[in-house]
């Protein structure tokens, strides 16, 4: 088990940008396999990237390929999530996410953060 705490969201402008973090607990931190998602209101939870627990391979959603960036940093036990020229359609509640297996499905991560609130205005 892992517990993780984000912060980072908040309000930009479009075009702007934000860096989310996700702190994480526990002594296996690099064993895991750390994701976000994001979930827009009236929406479902979506995928938005992945990170290996190495940091050597990232997959990204098409939605913020080019524009976003997942990264992580195991000697502190924390994940970020690079975000540039947001658009509105960014405006989401975001959700760090760990996982034992690499994938993009919500099924695969066992545990997850509150979430943070990013609201980009345009």
């Known amino acids: 088990q892992v517990q993780l705490v984000e912060s980072g969201g908040g309000l930009v402008q479009a075009g702007g940008s934000l860096r989310l973090s996700c702190a994480a607990s526990?002594?296996?931190?690099?064993?895991?396999?750390l994701g976000w998602f994001r979930q827009a209101l009236g929406k479902e939870r979506e995928f938005v990237a992945a990170?290996?627990?190495?940091?050597?391979?990232?997959n990204y959603a098409d939605s913020v390929k080019g524009r976003f960036a997942i990264s992580r940093d195991n000697a502190k036990n924390t994940v970020y999530l690079r975000m540039n020229s947001l658009k509105p359609e960014d405006t989401a509640v975001y959700y760090c996410?760990?996982?034992?297996?690499?994938?993009?499905?919500?099924?695969?991560?066992?545990?997850w953060g509150q979430g943070t609130q990013v609201t980009v205005s345009s």
């Open positions: 996410a760990a996982s034992t297996a690499w994938g993009k499905r919500e099924s695969k991560y066992d545990n």
């Open positions: 526990g002594r296996t931190f690099s064993s895991y396999v």
């Open positions: 990170v290996t627990g190495s940091g050597g391979n990232t």
